[in-house]
């Protein structure tokens, strides 16, 4: 167009035979450029096909320099510098494929695209960052998806991924992105080490942040799937060495990695660099706390438990004692006689799980709605799932002391601790609403078999964390994993439980109510990871702490294991004496088990 202006311009300003010359010029020029871009293209996409893309890269740069240079404009050329870029990636050239890729998604074809289509372009951008060693870019890219994928992102075994109001929540689209994600993680394996690579992390202060941020939501889900512990590694490893050098090691947010990363750690044998994270963290909440605030009980218990591991049982030992001093000066002896008086009758202690069935006909008799104490809800409150027990302690009083008060407490806590927003996604569900689910949309591996979901008690609440399940990376989490026991309540799915079926049962969303002394028992009879057994055998855990005495490090623990074990039989027992529907149960539960295992194994997966 430009030239066809100048032209213009020159027949006023030259001779006839300028004018030819230039004509003539011109015209075999574009005529050149044509033929040879229209040559260079048709070798490109011989090549292309063929499989050599080192050799296509060379003809796919022609054609876009030759055209640039013929005056097209990249809106023009988008969608050849996608395919282009696509071609760089396989012939290695990371750096450029990245450019050209960015070039094209900035177009206003890119931003047309298909959302699918669009998503696997970026997918593939992402790649080429990240292997071009720009991994704050990549990362960006991943997180987004991650944001995008919902709750497909939270758990890949959520029990109650497919929960919302009864309705399943197929999403072609969110399950992209999952597993993008899922595809990514070898990728962050192979290009960030176990300990962190600050150095690939380029730009000023806020983009670090952002890029620290990122590396902690995508190393949360690594962390969670069976596999996924070598990415996580090397993805929170560097969100916490990020941290680390723009906001000192004692910040909060910096403790907040360290706590995640320490079971990964721990999970890969790394006990050394697990210890010295706990110990990192422990001092950053003692100088913030002061050193004998009960808030540390948590970062001894963890260190006690890697000591424990290797082998170093004196040490351990001496942190359970400081960990329960600490307990005692902060709750006194009251607390312990409060333990012993407390009224059974309330039924809220309970175990739930695969090996502690619930029968059909158990139905909570104090179901009230949440919103009745301010609870704040995802879902509309006139439902079933928006109902939880009220479960008064019967000393209390009415108003305050029961579970969706205390509920509404803690979430208020968290959401001005964070800014977060907090909601109850999910609480009372019947055996009925859970066996309809489980037929329907069982086979998909996402449903937990009816009698084993805490939900039908009404004393469990699924947390939505800014519209979404709670992930484990959530400040609220944090939030409620250091005051939750306050209000009574603790986290039913653990990391590295098999309380459900599937390779992956945890659920850093699902909280239940077991009321305060019980809470604060668990939180205090630890290192303990194993919550319905200990519920199994709250007795002999109650017995024991009102003499002073539990387990040590390197010593059974006798409520388990001991001749008091037999508490947790005997409750076993107790819980399944109603009705005994575990021929079909166990079946059910084995078919999910089966199709679970099979939907996600991954073959070929190793690890160094
Ligand atoms: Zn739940």
């Given amino acids: 167009m ?28 574009n005529l050149a450029v044509r033929l040879d871009a229209d040559a260079a293209q048709s070798r490109y996409e011989t090549l292309r ?37 696509r071609v760089l990636v396989d012939a290695g050239k990371q750096q450029a494929a990245a450019e050209t890729l960015t070039a094209a998604l900035s177009t206003s074809w890119g931003r047309a695209l298909d959302p699918l289509e669009q998503a696997s372009l970026e997918a593939t951008l992402a790649r080429a960052h990240i292997i071009a060693g720009d991994v704050g870019r990549g990362v960006s890219i991943y997180a987004e998806f991650l944001r995008l994928s919902g709750d497909h992102g939270a758990g890949a ?68 799937g069976e596999q996924g512990s070598y990415a996580a590694a090397g993805l929170l490893a560097s969100a916490y060495e990020l941290r680390r050098a723009v906001l000192g090691e004692d910040h909060q947010d910096t403790v907040q990695v360290a706590m995640m990363l320490g079971p990964v750690y721990r999970r890969l044998g790394r006990l050394k660099d697990a210890e010295k994270i706990y110990l990192d963290a422990f001092h950053a909440q003692e100088k913030v706390k002061g050193s004998n605030n009960p808030d540390l009980s948590l970062y001894i218990r963890l260190l006690a438990g890697v000591y424990e591991e290797q082998g170093r049982a004196t040490e351990a030992q001496a942190l359970y004692v400081h960990m329960r001093d600490l307990f005692r000066d902060a709750f006194g002896e009251q607390r312990y006689a409060a333990n012993r008086a407390r009224d059974r009758s309330l039924d809220i202690d309970r175990p739930v799980s695969q090996q502690f069935l619930l029968p ?83 086979h998909q591996g996402t449903v937990t078999p009816p009698g084993m979901s805490e ?52 659920e850093p969303w699902h909280w239940r109510y077991v009321g305060v002394g019980t809470a604060q028992l668990y939180r205090e009879a630890g290192p303990f990871n194993r919550p319905q057994e200990f519920l199994s055998a709250l007795k002999c855990y109650e017995e024991r702490a009102a003499a002073g005495a539990f387990a040590i490090a390197g010593e059974p623990d006798i409520c388990l294991d001991g001749p008091g074990g037999a508490g947790a039989k005997v409750a076993q027992k107790d819980a399944n004496e109603a009705e005994r529907p575990r021929g079909p149960l166990d079946a059910m539960a084995k078919a999910a088990r089966k199709i679970t295992g099979s939907s996600d194994a991954r073959p070929g997966e190793s690890r160094p």
């Fill in 157 to 224: 075994h959520a029990h109650d991924r497919y929960m919302v109001g009864g309705e399943t929540r197929e999403n072609g689209k969110s399950r992209f992105y999952a597993e993008a994600i899922s595809d990514a993680e070898d990728l962050f394996a192979e290009t960030l080490t176990p300990l962190g690579d600050p150095e690939k992390f380029h730009g000023g202060r806020e983009e670090k942040l952002i890029a620290a941020s990122n590396m902690m939501d995508l190393g949360a889900f690594y962390a969670s």
């Fill in 2 to 29: 430009r030239s066809g202006v100048m032209l213009s311009r020159n027949i006023v300003c030259f001779a006839a035979a300028g004018l030819l010359l230039a004509a003539t010029y011109f015209v075999g020029f």
């Fill in 49 to 85: 096909d063929a499989g050599r893309p080192r050799a296509a890269a060379s003809y796919g740069g022609r054609i876009v320099a030759l055209r640039r240079k013929s005056g097209e404009t990249d809106e023009a050329l988008a969608p050849i510098l996608a395919d282009y870029g």
């Fill in 455 to 506: 939900h039908q008690t009404g004393l469990a609440a699924d947390i939505d964390v800014n519209g979404r399940l709670m992930r484990q990376s959530d400040k609220a989490y944090r939030c409620f994993e250091e005051n939750a026991f306050r209000y009574g309540f603790i986290l039913s799915y653990p990391q590295g439980n098999d309380y459900l079926p599937g390779e992956n049962s945890f």
């Fill in 360 to 442: 059909a006909n158990y139905l909570p008799g104090d179901l009230i709605a949440a919103s009745d104490f301010t609870v704040p809800l995802s879902k509309n409150s006139g439902i079933d799932e928006m109902k939880l027990r009220l479960a008064a302690d019967p000393r209390g009083n009415q108003r305050e002391d029961n579970l969706p008060a205390r509920l509404a407490q803690l979430i208020s806590l968290c959401r001005s601790d964070t800014g977060e927003r907090l909601s109850l996604r999910s609480g009372y569900r019947s055996y009925e609403t859970q066996r309809d689910l489980f037929q329907r949309i069982g």
